[in-house]
Every structure is written in structure tokens, then in C-alpha cells.
């Protein structure tokens, strides 16, 4: 198995990094969401609550359909979170997020993060684009 540095910026080998930025381009393709990941070392308190806090200072919640996702992991403490915004929570309801979870989870314990991110991006990226796609 791979030794990863828990470092945000050296988490992920660059080839990785390569794949999760054209996973995301993929899943925004002929959608108005967006969809951002976010690593810390380290979060002090709860994961959601840093989540939100990310979400806002990168002003997600700006978005004109409310459709913006963020996934946030905090490496040494070995826990994430998924952030939706109110429209595409809407949308797609708390069984979705659960199951990109349980997903990722799974992924995760198998130190397959890269996987388990891009894994998480088609999915929501297929939600995406069942609801908020662009016309014509």
C-alpha cells in the first residue's frame, strides 16, 4: 500500500491529482452545479461544521441554482464530510448522500482515496446532470 503524507498538498501523487481534476471537469460537463474538493491535515472540531465553513469562505452558496458540492476530508483525523447546497440537496435527498458515503468509506479503508473521490464526483456529477443540466 501506498505511504501517504498527510500533508493536503502531498496527499495525492500528481497522476492522482491529474485524475480527480478531470473526473470533476467530466462531471460539470453540460451541468450548471460545481463540485470541490477540499483537504486539511487536520480539523478541530466537527468535520461538518469545517465543511460549512469552507463553503461558505469559497462562496459556494453563491451559486444561481444553489447546486454546488463540496467534499471535505481532514486526513489525520480520518473522517469527511459532503456538502450539498440546499438545490441540489433538494434534489437528490439524504438516502444520496449516505450512499456517496458509504461509498467513499469503503474506498477510504481500502486506502483507495483517489478512487474513492472520483468514484463520489461521477455520482454526484450524474445527479448534477439529471437536475440542473444546461440547455442547448
Partial sequence: MVERKLHPHRFLS???KGKIVEAIRAA???????????????TQGDVMDRAKKIFQKQRLHRRK???????YLSLA?????????EGIHQQAGGHFWKGIAE????????GQFSEGLERAIHEIGE?????FA???
Fill in 77 to 85: 483525523d480520518r473522517s469527511f464530510a459532503i456538502l450539498g447546497d
Fill in 28 to 42: 460539470e460537463k453540460n451541468t450548471s452545479g460545481e463540485i470541490r474538493i477540499h483537504l486539511d491535515r487536520r
Fill in 103 to 110: 461509498s467513499m468509506q469503503d474506498y477510504f479503508s481500502r
Fill in 127 to 131: 445527479k448534477l446532470r439529471k437536475h
Fill in 65 to 71: 441554482h444553489r447546486n454546488a458540492v463540496l467534499i
Fill in 14 to 16: 500528481k497522476e492522482e
Fill in 134 to 136: 444546461l440547455s442547448g
